[in-house]
Protein backbone atom coordinates (compact mmCIF):
# COMPACT_ATOMS: atom_id res chain seq x y z
CA UNK A 1 0.00 0.00 0.00
CA UNK A 2 3.14 2.47 0.61
CA UNK A 3 3.74 2.76 -3.04
CA UNK A 4 -0.06 3.79 -4.02
CA UNK A 5 0.91 6.87 -1.61
CA UNK A 6 0.60 9.72 -4.43
CA UNK A 7 -0.12 13.10 -4.02
CA UNK A 8 -2.46 13.86 -7.20
CA UNK A 9 -5.33 15.12 -5.56
CA UNK A 10 -8.25 13.85 -7.81
CA UNK A 11 -7.85 10.56 -6.75
CA UNK A 12 -6.95 11.04 -3.36
CA UNK A 13 -8.55 7.93 -2.43
CA UNK A 14 -5.96 5.99 -3.27
CA UNK A 15 -3.79 7.47 -1.19
CA UNK A 16 -4.82 5.06 1.92
CA UNK A 17 -5.53 2.06 2.46
CA UNK A 18 -8.96 0.57 0.91
CA UNK A 19 -8.89 -2.49 4.16
CA UNK A 20 -10.72 -0.17 6.48
CA UNK A 21 -13.31 0.51 4.87
CA UNK A 22 -13.81 -2.96 2.98
CA UNK A 23 -13.20 -4.75 5.45
CA UNK A 24 -16.41 -5.44 7.03
CA UNK A 25 -18.10 -5.94 3.58
CA UNK A 26 -15.39 -8.83 2.49
CA UNK A 27 -15.41 -10.54 6.21
CA UNK A 28 -19.20 -10.81 5.25
CA UNK A 29 -18.64 -12.22 1.56
CA UNK A 30 -16.07 -14.42 3.12
CA UNK A 31 -18.40 -15.72 5.93
CA UNK A 32 -21.39 -15.88 4.22
CA UNK A 33 -20.63 -17.03 0.76
CA UNK A 34 -16.86 -18.32 0.64
CA UNK A 35 -16.64 -20.61 3.27
CA UNK A 36 -20.06 -21.84 2.72
CA UNK A 37 -19.33 -22.49 -0.81
CA UNK A 38 -16.27 -24.35 0.34
CA UNK A 39 -18.47 -26.42 2.99
CA UNK A 40 -21.37 -27.35 -0.06
CA UNK A 41 -18.42 -28.93 -1.82
CA UNK A 42 -16.93 -30.72 1.73
CA UNK A 43 -20.68 -31.64 2.55
CA UNK A 44 -21.51 -33.07 -1.19
CA UNK A 45 -18.90 -35.91 -0.75
CA UNK A 46 -20.15 -36.87 2.62
CA UNK A 47 -23.41 -38.25 3.87
CA UNK A 48 -24.72 -39.10 7.02
CA UNK A 49 -24.99 -43.15 7.94
CA UNK A 50 -28.00 -43.54 9.91
CA UNK A 51 -26.29 -46.59 11.45
CA UNK A 52 -23.17 -45.18 12.53
CA UNK A 53 -24.85 -41.62 13.46
CA UNK A 54 -22.32 -39.80 11.54
CA UNK A 55 -21.06 -37.71 8.66
CA UNK A 56 -18.91 -39.96 6.50
CA UNK A 57 -16.79 -39.71 3.51
CA UNK A 58 -18.52 -41.32 0.36
CA UNK A 59 -16.28 -40.56 -2.57
CA UNK A 60 -18.09 -39.44 -5.68
CA UNK A 61 -21.54 -41.13 -4.17
CA UNK A 62 -24.08 -37.43 -4.08
CA UNK A 63 -22.88 -36.79 -7.81
CA UNK A 64 -23.31 -40.18 -8.95
CA UNK A 65 -26.68 -40.04 -7.10
CA UNK A 66 -27.30 -36.56 -8.69
CA UNK A 67 -27.12 -37.60 -12.43
CA UNK A 68 -29.44 -41.08 -12.08
CA UNK A 69 -31.67 -39.74 -9.67
CA UNK A 70 -35.32 -38.82 -11.40
CA UNK A 71 -36.08 -36.79 -9.06
CA UNK A 72 -33.36 -34.66 -9.44
CA UNK A 73 -33.74 -34.47 -13.52
CA UNK A 74 -37.91 -33.53 -12.71
CA UNK A 75 -37.15 -31.07 -10.35
CA UNK A 76 -34.62 -29.11 -12.79
CA UNK A 77 -36.93 -29.32 -15.25
CA UNK A 78 -39.53 -27.79 -13.22
CA UNK A 79 -36.84 -24.95 -12.22
CA UNK A 80 -36.00 -24.22 -15.87
CA UNK A 81 -39.85 -24.69 -17.50
CA UNK A 82 -41.01 -22.15 -14.30
CA UNK A 83 -37.60 -19.43 -14.80
CA UNK A 84 -38.27 -19.29 -18.06
CA UNK A 85 -41.92 -19.04 -18.49
CA UNK A 86 -42.77 -16.71 -15.93
CA UNK A 87 -39.52 -14.71 -16.87
CA UNK A 88 -41.41 -14.62 -20.72
CA UNK A 89 -45.11 -13.89 -19.37
CA UNK A 90 -43.80 -11.06 -16.91
CA UNK A 91 -41.83 -9.73 -19.40
CA UNK A 92 -44.33 -9.18 -22.05
CA UNK A 93 -47.24 -8.50 -19.59
CA UNK A 94 -44.95 -5.97 -18.20
CA UNK A 95 -43.98 -4.35 -20.97
CA UNK A 96 -47.50 -3.56 -22.50
CA UNK A 97 -48.86 -2.74 -19.08
CA UNK A 98 -46.22 -0.21 -19.29
CA UNK A 99 -46.87 1.01 -22.36
CA UNK A 100 -50.09 1.60 -21.29
CA UNK A 101 -49.19 3.40 -18.13
CA UNK A 102 -46.22 5.27 -19.31
CA UNK A 103 -47.86 8.83 -19.02
CA UNK A 104 -47.40 12.19 -17.23
CA UNK A 105 -51.09 11.74 -16.33
CA UNK A 106 -51.60 12.11 -12.10
CA UNK A 107 -54.14 8.81 -12.61
CA UNK A 108 -51.42 6.63 -13.62
CA UNK A 109 -48.68 7.75 -10.87
CA UNK A 110 -51.66 6.05 -8.33
CA UNK A 111 -51.89 3.12 -10.80
CA UNK A 112 -47.85 3.04 -10.36
CA UNK A 113 -48.58 3.50 -6.69
CA UNK A 114 -50.96 0.48 -6.05
CA UNK A 115 -48.54 -1.79 -8.09
CA UNK A 116 -45.66 -1.39 -5.79
CA UNK A 117 -48.01 -3.31 -3.11
CA UNK A 118 -47.93 -6.55 -4.81
CA UNK A 119 -44.00 -6.32 -4.28
CA UNK A 120 -43.30 -5.79 -0.52
CA UNK A 121 -46.05 -8.45 0.56
CA UNK A 122 -43.69 -11.78 1.43
CA UNK A 123 -44.07 -14.39 -0.84
CA UNK A 124 -44.58 -16.72 1.82
CA UNK A 125 -48.10 -14.71 2.68
CA UNK A 126 -48.73 -14.09 -0.86
CA UNK A 127 -48.25 -18.23 -1.49
CA UNK A 128 -51.02 -18.03 1.14
CA UNK A 129 -53.37 -15.59 -0.07
CA UNK A 130 -53.76 -17.79 -3.24
CA UNK A 131 -54.31 -20.98 -1.09
CA UNK A 132 -57.33 -19.87 0.05
CA UNK A 133 -58.05 -18.71 -3.83
CA UNK A 134 -57.00 -21.97 -5.25
CA UNK A 135 -58.79 -23.89 -2.38
CA UNK A 136 -60.50 -27.11 -4.24
CA UNK A 137 -63.62 -26.79 -2.18
CA UNK A 138 -64.25 -22.63 -1.15
CA UNK A 139 -61.77 -21.33 -3.63
CA UNK A 140 -62.68 -18.28 -6.20
CA UNK A 141 -60.55 -19.63 -8.70
CA UNK A 142 -61.28 -23.61 -9.13
CA UNK A 143 -64.97 -21.37 -9.10
CA UNK A 144 -64.61 -19.31 -11.42
CA UNK A 145 -62.99 -21.83 -14.00
CA UNK A 146 -65.85 -24.21 -13.21
CA UNK A 147 -68.60 -21.72 -13.90
CA UNK A 148 -66.90 -20.72 -17.36
CA UNK A 149 -66.33 -24.49 -17.83
CA UNK A 150 -62.36 -24.47 -18.26
CA UNK A 151 -62.03 -27.10 -15.94
CA UNK A 152 -64.55 -29.79 -14.54
CA UNK A 153 -66.95 -29.79 -11.57
CA UNK A 154 -64.25 -32.09 -9.92
CA UNK A 155 -61.21 -30.59 -10.85
CA UNK A 156 -58.50 -28.94 -8.71
CA UNK A 157 -55.92 -26.56 -8.94
CA UNK A 158 -52.82 -27.36 -6.71
CA UNK A 159 -53.46 -31.08 -6.60
CA UNK A 160 -53.60 -31.69 -10.00
CA UNK A 161 -50.50 -33.16 -11.71
CA UNK A 162 -50.38 -30.67 -14.62
CA UNK A 163 -52.21 -27.83 -13.18
CA UNK A 164 -50.48 -27.64 -9.75
CA UNK A 165 -47.33 -25.69 -11.48
CA UNK A 166 -49.49 -23.39 -13.43
CA UNK A 167 -51.19 -22.53 -10.17
CA UNK A 168 -47.98 -21.75 -8.31
CA UNK A 169 -46.80 -20.04 -11.63
CA UNK A 170 -50.22 -17.38 -10.94
CA UNK A 171 -49.07 -16.41 -7.94
CA UNK A 172 -45.43 -15.61 -9.30
CA UNK A 173 -46.80 -13.79 -12.15
CA UNK A 174 -49.40 -11.71 -10.22
CA UNK A 175 -46.83 -10.70 -7.49
CA UNK A 176 -44.16 -9.70 -9.59
CA UNK A 177 -45.13 -8.62 -12.96
CA UNK A 178 -45.52 -5.15 -11.11
CA UNK A 179 -41.65 -5.34 -10.30
CA UNK A 180 -41.51 -5.62 -14.48
CA UNK A 181 -44.13 -2.79 -15.61
CA UNK A 182 -42.06 -0.31 -12.77
CA UNK A 183 -38.64 -0.89 -13.77
CA UNK A 184 -40.31 -0.57 -17.54
CA UNK A 185 -41.95 2.47 -17.20
CA UNK A 186 -39.02 3.85 -15.75
CA UNK A 187 -36.94 3.17 -18.16
CA UNK A 188 -39.69 4.58 -20.40
CA UNK A 189 -40.44 7.53 -18.74
CA UNK A 190 -36.17 8.03 -18.75
CA UNK A 191 -36.36 8.22 -22.45
CA UNK A 192 -35.64 11.13 -24.54
CA UNK A 193 -38.88 12.46 -26.78
CA UNK A 194 -36.74 13.95 -29.66
CA UNK A 195 -36.53 11.03 -31.63
CA UNK A 196 -40.17 9.32 -31.30
CA UNK A 197 -41.40 12.96 -32.51
CA UNK A 198 -39.30 12.96 -35.32
CA UNK A 199 -40.26 9.17 -36.24
CA UNK A 200 -43.56 10.04 -35.64
CA UNK A 201 -43.43 12.99 -38.42
CA UNK A 202 -41.86 10.59 -40.67
CA UNK A 203 -44.73 8.54 -40.56
CA UNK A 204 -43.43 5.35 -38.46
CA UNK A 205 -46.00 3.11 -37.47
CA UNK A 206 -46.50 2.43 -33.82
CA UNK A 207 -45.31 -0.48 -33.84
CA UNK A 208 -42.31 0.19 -35.79
CA UNK A 209 -41.25 2.62 -33.19
CA UNK A 210 -41.78 0.19 -30.47
CA UNK A 211 -39.29 -2.23 -32.34
CA UNK A 212 -36.71 0.22 -34.22
CA UNK A 213 -36.68 2.87 -31.10
CA UNK A 214 -38.45 2.00 -27.91
CA UNK A 215 -36.63 -1.63 -27.76
CA UNK A 216 -33.31 -0.68 -28.56
CA UNK A 217 -33.09 2.49 -26.11
CA UNK A 218 -34.57 -0.03 -23.34
CA UNK A 219 -31.99 -2.19 -23.64
CA UNK A 220 -30.23 -2.02 -20.60
CA UNK A 221 -33.26 -1.79 -18.62
CA UNK A 222 -34.48 -4.90 -19.74
CA UNK A 223 -31.55 -6.49 -19.20
CA UNK A 224 -31.37 -5.46 -15.87
CA UNK A 225 -34.76 -6.49 -15.09
CA UNK A 226 -34.21 -10.00 -16.63
CA UNK A 227 -31.26 -10.83 -14.74
CA UNK A 228 -32.44 -10.07 -11.57
CA UNK A 229 -35.94 -11.76 -12.15
CA UNK A 230 -33.97 -14.56 -13.35
CA UNK A 231 -32.03 -15.07 -9.98
CA UNK A 232 -35.02 -14.56 -8.36
CA UNK A 233 -36.90 -16.87 -9.98
CA UNK A 234 -34.07 -19.71 -10.23
CA UNK A 235 -34.04 -19.46 -6.65
CA UNK A 236 -37.28 -19.68 -6.02
CA UNK A 237 -38.78 -22.10 -3.13
CA UNK A 238 -41.54 -19.95 -1.04
CA UNK A 239 -44.31 -20.81 -3.13
CA UNK A 240 -44.00 -24.11 -3.73
CA UNK A 241 -43.28 -24.70 -0.36
CA UNK A 242 -46.42 -22.91 0.82
CA UNK A 243 -48.73 -24.06 -1.81
CA UNK A 244 -47.74 -27.83 -3.06
CA UNK A 245 -44.60 -28.83 -0.85
CA UNK A 246 -43.27 -29.94 -4.62
CA UNK A 247 -46.76 -32.54 -4.85
CA UNK A 248 -48.83 -33.96 -5.92
CA UNK A 249 -45.98 -36.52 -6.34
CA UNK A 250 -43.06 -34.53 -7.12
CA UNK A 251 -44.37 -32.73 -9.42
CA UNK A 252 -43.80 -28.92 -8.80
CA UNK A 253 -40.03 -29.65 -6.94
CA UNK A 254 -38.10 -27.08 -7.60
CA UNK A 255 -34.38 -27.29 -7.22
CA UNK A 256 -34.42 -25.19 -4.13
CA UNK A 257 -37.23 -26.84 -2.62
CA UNK A 258 -35.92 -30.61 -3.35
CA UNK A 259 -33.16 -29.85 -2.01
CA UNK A 260 -34.26 -28.45 1.31
CA UNK A 261 -36.48 -31.27 1.13
CA UNK A 262 -33.85 -33.89 1.06
CA UNK A 263 -31.73 -31.41 3.97
CA UNK A 264 -34.91 -32.22 6.08
CA UNK A 265 -35.02 -36.17 5.74
CA UNK A 266 -31.62 -35.83 6.83
CA UNK A 267 -29.66 -36.56 3.72
CA UNK A 268 -27.58 -33.68 4.10
CA UNK A 269 -24.71 -34.25 1.57
CA UNK A 270 -27.07 -34.88 -0.97
CA UNK A 271 -29.07 -31.87 -0.36
CA UNK A 272 -25.85 -29.80 -0.35
CA UNK A 273 -24.93 -31.31 -3.41
CA UNK A 274 -28.29 -30.63 -5.08
CA UNK A 275 -28.21 -26.87 -3.71
CA UNK A 276 -24.15 -26.55 -4.87
CA UNK A 277 -25.48 -27.73 -9.11
CA UNK A 278 -28.21 -24.76 -8.80
CA UNK A 279 -25.60 -22.51 -7.08
CA UNK A 280 -22.99 -23.08 -9.92
CA UNK A 281 -25.43 -22.88 -12.90
CA UNK A 282 -26.82 -19.09 -11.43
CA UNK A 283 -23.40 -18.21 -10.85
CA UNK A 284 -21.98 -19.30 -14.38
CA UNK A 285 -25.22 -18.40 -16.15
CA UNK A 286 -25.57 -14.88 -14.57
CA UNK A 287 -21.93 -13.56 -14.53
CA UNK A 288 -22.12 -14.79 -18.64
CA UNK A 289 -25.65 -12.88 -18.84
CA UNK A 290 -23.78 -9.54 -17.14
CA UNK A 291 -21.00 -9.83 -19.39
CA UNK A 292 -22.99 -10.94 -22.87
CA UNK A 293 -25.59 -7.98 -21.96
CA UNK A 294 -22.95 -5.47 -21.10
CA UNK A 295 -24.84 -4.64 -17.62
CA UNK A 296 -22.36 -2.18 -15.87
CA UNK A 297 -22.53 -1.31 -12.68
CA UNK B 1 -60.16 7.30 -21.91
CA UNK B 2 -60.34 3.78 -22.86
CA UNK B 3 -56.64 3.68 -21.68
CA UNK B 4 -57.20 5.11 -18.02
CA UNK B 5 -60.28 2.16 -17.70
CA UNK B 6 -58.22 -0.21 -18.92
CA UNK B 7 -54.91 0.76 -16.45
CA UNK B 8 -57.28 0.92 -13.45
CA UNK B 9 -59.27 -2.46 -14.22
CA UNK B 10 -55.49 -4.04 -14.61
CA UNK B 11 -54.92 -2.12 -11.12
CA UNK B 12 -57.87 -4.03 -9.80
CA UNK B 13 -56.62 -7.10 -10.63
CA UNK B 14 -53.39 -7.36 -9.03
CA UNK B 15 -54.87 -5.10 -6.46
CA UNK B 16 -57.51 -7.68 -5.49
CA UNK B 17 -55.59 -10.82 -4.01
CA UNK B 18 -54.68 -7.81 -1.16
CA UNK B 19 -58.32 -6.64 -0.77
CA UNK B 20 -60.00 -10.30 -0.38
CA UNK B 21 -57.21 -11.07 2.40
CA UNK B 22 -57.74 -8.21 4.16
CA UNK B 23 -61.42 -8.58 4.08
CA UNK B 24 -61.29 -12.14 4.83
CA UNK B 25 -59.25 -11.03 8.49
CA UNK B 26 -62.89 -9.44 9.05
CA UNK B 27 -64.96 -11.82 8.37
CA UNK B 28 -66.79 -14.69 10.27
CA UNK B 29 -66.13 -18.89 9.65
CA UNK B 30 -69.69 -18.85 7.25
CA UNK B 31 -69.00 -15.80 4.84
CA UNK B 32 -65.00 -16.56 4.52
CA UNK B 33 -65.76 -19.74 3.10
CA UNK B 34 -69.23 -19.00 1.17
CA UNK B 35 -69.25 -19.50 -2.76
CA UNK B 36 -69.81 -16.96 -4.35
CA UNK B 37 -67.78 -14.44 -2.19
CA UNK B 38 -69.18 -11.93 -0.25
CA UNK B 39 -67.14 -9.33 -1.05
CA UNK B 40 -68.51 -6.36 0.14
CA UNK B 41 -71.75 -7.37 2.07
CA UNK B 42 -70.70 -9.25 4.98
CA UNK B 43 -71.14 -9.18 8.48
CA UNK B 44 -67.93 -7.60 10.09
CA UNK B 45 -66.28 -9.76 12.64
CA UNK B 46 -63.48 -9.22 15.02
CA UNK B 47 -62.93 -12.43 16.59
CA UNK B 48 -60.01 -13.25 14.36
CA UNK B 49 -58.15 -10.28 15.76
CA UNK B 50 -59.39 -11.15 18.92
CA UNK B 51 -57.66 -14.23 18.99
CA UNK B 52 -54.74 -13.46 16.80
CA UNK B 53 -53.37 -10.75 19.49
CA UNK B 54 -55.15 -11.79 22.70
CA UNK B 55 -57.37 -8.90 23.43
CA UNK B 56 -59.86 -10.75 25.44
CA UNK B 57 -57.28 -12.52 27.29
CA UNK B 58 -56.68 -9.17 29.01
CA UNK B 59 -60.46 -8.65 29.82
CA UNK B 60 -61.19 -12.63 30.83
CA UNK B 61 -59.31 -15.75 31.51
CA UNK B 62 -60.43 -17.66 28.60
CA UNK B 63 -58.01 -20.86 27.87
CA UNK B 64 -59.15 -21.14 24.33
CA UNK B 65 -57.75 -17.86 23.50
CA UNK B 66 -54.29 -18.79 23.68
CA UNK B 67 -52.85 -17.53 21.07
CA UNK B 68 -51.05 -14.12 22.52
CA UNK B 69 -47.85 -15.67 21.17
CA UNK B 70 -48.73 -14.71 17.70
CA UNK B 71 -47.75 -10.86 18.89
CA UNK B 72 -43.91 -11.83 19.66
CA UNK B 73 -44.00 -13.12 15.70
CA UNK B 74 -44.28 -9.35 14.72
CA UNK B 75 -41.95 -8.40 17.69
CA UNK B 76 -39.08 -11.06 16.18
CA UNK B 77 -39.40 -9.38 12.12
CA UNK B 78 -39.46 -6.38 13.65
CA UNK B 79 -36.33 -7.13 16.26
CA UNK B 80 -34.42 -9.53 13.05
CA UNK B 81 -35.71 -6.40 10.55
CA UNK B 82 -34.31 -2.99 12.22
CA UNK B 83 -31.25 -5.33 13.73
CA UNK B 84 -30.35 -6.49 10.35
CA UNK B 85 -31.18 -3.33 8.66
CA UNK B 86 -29.23 -1.14 10.80
CA UNK B 87 -26.06 -3.74 10.82
CA UNK B 88 -26.35 -3.24 6.73
CA UNK B 89 -25.95 -0.11 6.60
CA UNK B 90 -22.97 0.37 8.69
CA UNK B 91 -21.39 -2.03 6.66
CA UNK B 92 -22.64 -0.42 3.42
CA UNK B 93 -22.31 2.88 4.05
CA UNK B 94 -18.37 2.61 4.31
CA UNK B 95 -18.08 -0.01 1.93
CA UNK B 96 -20.46 1.94 -0.68
CA UNK B 97 -18.68 5.69 -0.04
CA UNK B 98 -15.28 3.73 -1.10
CA UNK B 99 -16.49 1.94 -3.80
CA UNK B 100 -18.26 5.67 -5.08
CA UNK B 101 -14.70 7.53 -4.77
CA UNK B 102 -11.82 5.02 -5.16
CA UNK B 103 -10.28 3.55 -8.23
CA UNK B 104 -8.55 0.46 -6.46
CA UNK B 105 -7.36 -2.64 -8.27
CA UNK B 106 -9.58 -5.06 -7.79
CA UNK B 107 -12.90 -3.08 -8.13
CA UNK B 108 -14.39 -4.79 -10.89
CA UNK B 109 -14.05 -7.83 -9.20
CA UNK B 110 -15.32 -6.67 -5.78
CA UNK B 111 -18.44 -5.50 -7.54
CA UNK B 112 -18.75 -8.99 -9.15
CA UNK B 113 -18.27 -10.97 -5.90
CA UNK B 114 -21.19 -8.58 -4.76
CA UNK B 115 -23.44 -9.69 -7.83
CA UNK B 116 -22.44 -12.98 -7.40
CA UNK B 117 -23.70 -13.09 -3.78
CA UNK B 118 -26.91 -11.50 -4.69
CA UNK B 119 -27.18 -14.85 -7.23
CA UNK B 120 -26.54 -17.33 -4.71
CA UNK B 121 -29.42 -19.70 -4.17
CA UNK B 122 -30.62 -19.34 -0.39
CA UNK B 123 -30.74 -23.11 -0.34
CA UNK B 124 -27.00 -22.43 -0.75
CA UNK B 125 -26.26 -20.49 2.29
CA UNK B 126 -28.84 -21.87 4.83
CA UNK B 127 -27.50 -26.02 4.14
CA UNK B 128 -23.89 -24.98 5.05
CA UNK B 129 -24.84 -21.95 7.91
CA UNK B 130 -27.01 -24.24 9.50
CA UNK B 131 -23.64 -26.35 10.78
CA UNK B 132 -21.84 -23.72 11.27
CA UNK B 133 -24.16 -21.76 13.56
CA UNK B 134 -24.80 -25.69 14.92
CA UNK B 135 -21.03 -25.19 16.03
CA UNK B 136 -21.50 -21.70 17.40
CA UNK B 137 -24.58 -21.96 19.28
CA UNK B 138 -25.93 -19.03 16.92
CA UNK B 139 -29.23 -21.44 15.70
CA UNK B 140 -32.56 -20.30 16.81
CA UNK B 141 -30.83 -16.77 18.37
CA UNK B 142 -31.98 -13.23 16.72
CA UNK B 143 -28.13 -12.32 16.17
CA UNK B 144 -27.96 -15.52 13.88
CA UNK B 145 -30.46 -14.48 11.90
CA UNK B 146 -29.83 -10.63 11.96
CA UNK B 147 -26.42 -11.95 10.39
CA UNK B 148 -27.81 -13.68 7.31
CA UNK B 149 -30.80 -11.17 6.87
CA UNK B 150 -27.73 -8.90 6.63
CA UNK B 151 -25.67 -10.48 4.21
CA UNK B 152 -28.28 -11.21 2.36
CA UNK B 153 -29.25 -7.11 2.02
CA UNK B 154 -25.69 -6.35 1.80
CA UNK B 155 -25.72 -6.83 -1.89
CA UNK B 156 -28.65 -4.32 -2.61
CA UNK B 157 -27.50 -1.76 0.18
CA UNK B 158 -23.81 -1.49 -1.13
CA UNK B 159 -24.89 -0.83 -4.66
CA UNK B 160 -27.59 1.31 -4.06
CA UNK B 161 -25.57 3.56 -1.88
CA UNK B 162 -22.87 3.77 -3.88
CA UNK B 163 -25.43 4.71 -6.68
CA UNK B 164 -26.46 7.61 -3.90
CA UNK B 165 -23.09 8.76 -3.29
CA UNK B 166 -22.05 8.97 -6.74
CA UNK B 167 -24.88 11.89 -7.15
CA UNK B 168 -23.03 13.68 -4.43
CA UNK B 169 -20.60 16.10 -5.88
CA UNK B 170 -16.90 14.83 -5.88
CA UNK B 171 -15.88 18.65 -5.46
CA UNK B 172 -17.43 18.71 -2.14
CA UNK B 173 -14.86 15.79 -1.20
CA UNK B 174 -12.32 17.63 -2.81
CA UNK B 175 -12.77 20.91 -1.56
CA UNK B 176 -12.97 19.67 2.19
CA UNK B 177 -9.70 17.19 1.46
CA UNK B 178 -7.95 20.42 0.45
CA UNK B 179 -9.12 22.46 3.84
CA UNK B 180 -7.25 19.47 5.78
CA UNK B 181 -10.58 17.10 6.82
CA UNK B 182 -9.53 13.46 7.15
CA UNK B 183 -11.46 11.23 5.18
CA UNK B 184 -13.88 9.33 7.47
CA UNK B 185 -14.89 12.99 8.75
CA UNK B 186 -15.68 14.10 5.33
CA UNK B 187 -17.92 11.44 5.04
CA UNK B 188 -19.37 11.85 8.44
CA UNK B 189 -19.81 15.33 8.05
CA UNK B 190 -20.35 16.51 4.83
CA UNK B 191 -21.53 13.38 2.62
CA UNK B 192 -23.64 11.39 4.90
CA UNK B 193 -26.06 14.48 5.46
CA UNK B 194 -25.90 15.08 1.50
CA UNK B 195 -27.41 11.55 0.99
CA UNK B 196 -29.45 11.22 3.84
CA UNK B 197 -32.69 10.81 1.67
CA UNK B 198 -31.08 7.50 -0.42
CA UNK B 199 -29.59 6.07 3.39
CA UNK B 200 -32.98 6.18 4.34
CA UNK B 201 -34.47 4.83 1.33
CA UNK B 202 -31.85 1.64 1.89
CA UNK B 203 -32.91 1.05 5.66
CA UNK B 204 -36.34 0.90 5.02
CA UNK B 205 -35.98 -1.55 1.90
CA UNK B 206 -33.37 -3.54 4.11
CA UNK B 207 -36.17 -4.15 6.65
CA UNK B 208 -38.95 -5.12 3.37
CA UNK B 209 -36.29 -7.61 2.35
CA UNK B 210 -35.46 -9.01 5.53
CA UNK B 211 -39.40 -9.15 6.77
CA UNK B 212 -40.11 -10.93 3.59
CA UNK B 213 -37.24 -13.54 3.46
CA UNK B 214 -38.37 -16.92 3.93
CA UNK B 215 -35.46 -19.89 3.64
CA UNK B 216 -32.87 -18.49 5.70
CA UNK B 217 -35.53 -17.63 8.38
CA UNK B 218 -37.27 -21.41 8.10
CA UNK B 219 -33.38 -23.18 8.78
CA UNK B 220 -32.01 -20.83 11.15
CA UNK B 221 -34.90 -19.87 13.43
CA UNK B 222 -36.56 -22.99 14.95
CA UNK B 223 -38.40 -22.61 18.14
CA UNK B 224 -38.14 -19.62 19.77
CA UNK B 225 -37.90 -17.15 16.85
CA UNK B 226 -40.20 -17.55 14.00
CA UNK B 227 -40.24 -14.41 11.77
CA UNK B 228 -43.44 -13.25 10.04
CA UNK B 229 -43.57 -15.54 6.79
CA UNK B 230 -43.00 -18.40 8.66
CA UNK B 231 -46.06 -18.45 10.99
CA UNK B 232 -47.85 -17.24 8.28
CA UNK B 233 -46.85 -20.61 6.43
CA UNK B 234 -47.46 -22.78 9.64
CA UNK B 235 -51.47 -21.50 9.27
CA UNK B 236 -52.28 -23.23 6.29
CA UNK B 237 -54.71 -25.23 7.59
CA UNK B 238 -58.67 -24.49 6.88
CA UNK B 239 -59.95 -24.03 10.82
CA UNK B 240 -57.01 -20.79 10.91
CA UNK B 241 -57.42 -19.05 7.58
CA UNK B 242 -59.22 -16.36 9.59
CA UNK B 243 -56.26 -16.23 11.50
CA UNK B 244 -54.02 -16.53 9.17
CA UNK B 245 -55.29 -13.69 7.65
CA UNK B 246 -56.04 -11.41 10.67
CA UNK B 247 -52.38 -12.16 11.52
CA UNK B 248 -51.00 -11.12 7.77
CA UNK B 249 -52.76 -7.59 7.46
CA UNK B 250 -51.40 -6.92 10.34
CA UNK B 251 -48.37 -7.60 9.66
CA UNK B 252 -47.96 -5.99 5.91
CA UNK B 253 -49.61 -2.89 6.46
CA UNK B 254 -46.72 -1.34 8.27
CA UNK B 255 -44.35 -2.43 4.74
CA UNK B 256 -47.30 -1.01 2.82
CA UNK B 257 -46.90 2.42 4.71
CA UNK B 258 -43.24 2.13 4.62
CA UNK B 259 -42.75 1.32 0.21
CA UNK B 260 -45.08 4.08 -0.26
CA UNK B 261 -42.84 6.56 1.84
CA UNK B 262 -40.21 4.98 -0.79
CA UNK B 263 -41.98 4.50 -3.32
CA UNK B 264 -40.23 6.88 -5.67
CA UNK B 265 -36.74 5.30 -5.14
CA UNK B 266 -38.14 1.83 -5.00
CA UNK B 267 -37.42 0.88 -8.52
CA UNK B 268 -33.57 1.83 -8.16
CA UNK B 269 -33.45 -0.15 -5.20
CA UNK B 270 -35.15 -3.09 -6.70
CA UNK B 271 -32.71 -2.87 -9.44
CA UNK B 272 -29.73 -2.16 -7.14
CA UNK B 273 -29.45 1.09 -7.75
CA UNK B 274 -28.98 1.08 -11.87
CA UNK B 275 -32.64 2.43 -12.81
CA UNK B 276 -33.37 5.70 -11.55
CA UNK B 277 -36.95 6.58 -11.58
Known sequence: MAAQKSYSLPSFMNSDSSLPWLLPLITMLIVFAIIPFFYNIYLSFHEFVPAKRALLFVGWDNWIRLFTDGVFWGSLKV??????????????????IALLIDSDDPGFGIIRSILTLTLVIPPAIAGMIFLIMEDANYGLIPWLLKSVGLIGPEDTILADPTLALWGVMIVDIWQWTPFMVLILVAGL?????????????????????????????????????????????????????VLTSGGPGTATYTLSLYSWQRFTFVQ?????????????????????????AKVKW | MIRKILAFSIALIFIFPIFFLITSSF??????????????????????????????????FDPS?????LTSRILDSLIVGIGSSSLTLIIGIYAGYYISRANFRYKNFLIMSILSARMMPLISIAIPLYFVYEKFNLLDTYIGLILIHT??????????????????????????????????KILHELIIPCAKGGIAVT?????????????????????????????????????????????????????????LVVRKHFVRGLTLGTVKE
Open chain 2, 65 to 69: YGELY
Open chain 1, 189 to 241: RSLPSEPFESAVIDGARPFQVFRRLTLPMLHKVIAVAILIRGIDLWRMVDYVF
Open chain 1, 79 to 96: SLYYTFMCLLIQLVLGMG
Open chain 2, 203 to 259: FILSIIFSWTEFICALMIGQMKIKTIPIQASIMKTIPSWDMMAAFTTISIIPVFIMI
Open chain 2, 27 to 60: KNNIDLFSLPPKLFLFDIDFSAYERVFGFSKLLK
Open chain 2, 151 to 184: FINLPLAVLLLKSFFDEVPKQIDENAFIDGASKI
Open chain 1, 268 to 292: WGYGATISLFSLIVILIVGNAFIHF
